[in-house]
């Protein structure tokens, strides 16, 4: 964790990064300032989880200094140190929701004490920070809700995603099969970890399918995957677990998340029907395959068992209405089908064979669009958004509560009111949040972003910031000033 330290008096400043330094915290980083301009001067480029401050200090106190943080979004948790005779100023530090205070002279004890306590709240809400931004990210790969409409900064993919090599893997669970237990799922994640990779799973019951986010140093080998599932693993000859898996091809973390995922599900839609084991890994080259036994018998199955292209096309159909997105959306999961079934058949088909196969299969024809939406749909969706707002509202907790599909509630939107769901939702939230600002100017922000539905404080900077181009103190001091 980062901590920076502002102080004028260099003894003091000195003393307490020394022992902090000695104590062996979680605070690994450590800046020091010596008062309030050097201490947003070093913002600009060290952004801390938490400042611990001075009240008293030349130019710019420790309330000025940490008011002026808050409008720039630069940090929002503080420790004061302050004296005895200094209580009013403490009072007024909690109009900042500063975490705790620490008397001069500074005790040792008391010091760590209090970073023990706000290390642990730190923890918690670097926690919820990642399920919510891996929420955001399961709206992006699912539903194809675009970046730009999320509130997410180029440093998420370091957080999440730090290694070069990242991959998608997908898990469709079909004819009855119930969907794998959340313990089931971190099970994986277990075993992805001790392999040194970083791993996050995702769930969508209305796909019935989990999703897990892979990121490592290293390529995982097919074994590696294997090993990871476990008995979800099968072959032929075995008991199948009821499960078809797909996984992207390791690519790094400049690929889109959603793109891994386009080929994931080429991969698991070959796998189902043509592999002979529940697993298939997408490659783009055909070369990389001639080895691979399981898929040449999978070739032989397809001859001797004359699988129906027509039945594979009916079945295929209805992946339309699981897989969000655009024409370009479709396209990109025909192509790499296609290219799944070539490699793969490749290893036991002649080449003849291989490109009829490729010709009849799933011509991909947009399916009919839905009939027009009713207007009562989208009323049903704003009049649940209006009354439910200040809830952690995700497009699935929506489509559960309306009875409808997340797909075709995105759809709803993007067709009959020219955004996404999560953008009318952003914007509806911070509607709200200013009328808040407007008519209650003495609320702390941090109560406004929780009561328009962001838990994280964070979260709603970001967003605030993104869709107002402007910080919720910067916009509350330019109406106060009206």
Excluded at 264 to 284: D, E, G, H, K, P
Aim: proline letters at 4%.
């Amino acid at each position: 964790m980062k901590l920076m330290v502002v102080d004028d008096e260099p003894i003091i400043l000195n003393g307490i990064i020394r022992m902090i330094q000695k104590a062996n915290t979680s605070f690994t980083e450590i800046v020091g300032a010596v008062d309030g301009i050097d201490a947003l001067q070093k913002l600009a480029c060290f952004q801390p989880d938490l400042i611990l401050t001075d009240i008293h200090m030349p130019e710019m106190d420790g309330l000025a200094l940490i008011k002026e943080i808050q409008s720039q979004n630069l940090c929002n948790r503080f420790i004061i140190i302050t004296g005895y005779g200094d209580f009013a100023y403490a009072r007024q530090a909690l109009r900042y929701h500063v975490m705790d205070y620490l008397l001069k002279p500074i005790n040792k004890d008391e010091l760590l004490s209090v970073l023990g306590r706000v290390e642990q709240t730190i923890r918690v809400e670097q926690q919820q920070t990642k399920e919510h931004d891996l929420l955001l990210l399961k709206e992006h790969i699912l539903y194809n809700t675009p970046f730009e409409d999320m509130p997410l900064k180029p440093e998420l993919q370091i957080t999440l995603f730090p290694e070069p090599y990242t991959m998608v893997l997908v898990i469709q669970a079909y004819d009855g099969t119930p969907l794998l237990t959340n313990e089931r799922l971190e099970d994986i994640c277990s075993v992805l970890r001790q392999l040194s990779m970083q791993a996050y799973s995702l769930q969508s019951r209305f796909l019935r399918q989990a999703v897990l986010l892979i990121n490592g140093k290293q390529r995982l080998t097919d074994n590696e995957l294997q090993q990871a599932c476990g008995d979800l693993f099968y072959t032929m000859g075995t008991k199948s677990a009821g499960y078809h898996i797909g996984v992207s091809g390791n690519q790094n973390e400049k690929e889109s998340l959603r793109e891994l995922y386009i080929e994931a599900m080429a991969a698991m839609l070959c796998n189902r029907y043509f592999s002979v084991s529940n697993m298939t890994v997408f490659r783009q080259e055909s070369e990389d395959l001639v080895n691979d036994e399981g898929f040449a018998q999978s070739g032989n199955r397809t001859l001797e068992n004359q699988i129906s292209i027509e039945q594979i096309e009916k079945e295929m159909q209805s992946i339309h209405q699981l897989f969000s997105g655009d024409d370009d959306c479709h396209n990109k999961l025909r192509e790499r089908f296609l290219v799944c079934v070539g490699a793969h058949c490749s290893a036991a088909l002649e080449d003849t064979q291989v490109s009829a196969i490729s010709g009849k299969l799933i011509p991909f024809e947009r399916r009919q669009e839905h009939k027009q939406p009713h207007i009562q749909a989208i009323d049903k969706i704003v009049t649940f958004v209006e009354q439910n707002y200040k809830l952690d509202l995700s497009l699935d907790a929506v489509a559960d509560h309306v009875q409808m599909h997340p797909n075709y509630i995105s759809m709803l939107f993007r067709k009959e009111m020219g955004l996404t769901f999560l953008h009318y939702l952003h914007t509806f939230r911070l509607a709200k949040a200013k009328q808040f600002m407007q008519d209650h100017p003495e609320w702390p922000i941090n109560t406004i972003a929780e009561l328009v539905g962001y838990e994280n404080p964070r979260h709603f900077f970001k967003v605030f910031k993104k869709f107002e181009n402007t910080t919720p103190g910067q916009y509350r001091h330019g109406n106060s000033s009206l």
